[in-house]
């Protein structure tokens, strides 16, 4: 069976064609907020166009344009090629990259938010079996709130500046490493936005 994974809720752009969970071929770079140009292609320069049985899409929480972009591609092709479209969380692929040189304790999984925020989720040592919801936290509230040695993934740096203490580990999530949570619950290829929306819809500002 064939799995193109897409993953486009950082500033990486990341493909990947697995064959019964080895990866085939891929594609990963830093392109910042260029998904958009940059999906199809490399989507196409895979063998046979990226052609899959199913579909895998990172989900997010993550960059909100970034997200709707690979969400869009991965329920048009699925629609295309007439197959079945999952999502997964980005935190937990992070988390799942992080454990294979992680030396104990939990694992913090921290991603570039809005307006002075990160996402955060914390798992355990094994990069599995989150401790709570993703969580969208000040980072200045959250640089107090934690107490660890280790931090992961895009808001990693951010984080220990503001604490002053700790080593940042900046990781972004490869569609590659996909099999490493291939086997957790399939989620809807749904927007995951870690926040609520900044705006509002009129009926919500009339009864807030």
Known sequence: MRLLVIDTATQALSVALLNDGRPVEGFHDIVGRGHAEALLPAIAALPDGGRADAIAVAVGPGSFTGVRIGIAAARALALAWGIPVHGYSTPALIAAQAARSHEGGP?????????????????????????????????????????????????????VTARGAGTAITLY????????????????????????????????????
């Open 107 to 159: 694992i913090i999984v921290t991603m570039t938010g809005g307006h002075g925020e990160l996402f955060w989720q914390q798992f355990d040592e094994s990069g599995r079996n989150p401790s709570a919801s993703v969580a969208s936290t000040a980072i200045a509230a959250l640089a107090r709130q934690l107490d660890a040695s280790f931090f992961y993934g895009t808001g990693a740096e951010a984080l």
């Open 173 to 208: 999530p490869d569609a590659a490493n996909y099999p490493l949570i291939a086997d957790l619950p399939p989620l809807p290829p749904s927007p995951v936005y870690g926040r609520a929306a900044d705006a509002k819809t009129m009926a919500e500002r009339a009864s807030a």
